[in-house]
């Protein structure tokens, strides 16, 4: 599989996850929290850090709620999750 149909796979993933209730997108969407930073480095060494910073903005464009939610944590706040 090449690195551009695992791209298309991952975002028809990500698209297909964020169609499910909230109580069920936590395991499929960490899945996909994992592997977004594992394509945007493979995205770097075969194309370019150009095409890597732009998959970079896009996923932080998708994900910045649980990005949020993951830093709040970090910090050691008590964030309130989304029922």
């Known amino acids: 599989m090449t690195l551009l149909w695992a791209c298309i ?12 209730p909230m109580r069920l997108q936590y395991i499929p969407g960490v899945i996909l929290l994992i592997a977004a930073p594992v394509l945007i480095i493979l995205i770097g060494l075969q194309v370019g850090w ?34």
């Open 50 to 83: 150009l095409y890597s910073l732009l998959a970079l903005a896009a996923f932080v464009s998708m994900f910045r709620n649980p990005l949020r939610f993951l830093l709040a944590k970090l910090r050691g706040q008590n964030p309130e999750v989304p029922k």
């Open 9 to 20: 796979l991952w975002v028809f993933c990500s698209a297909t996850v964020a169609t499910l």
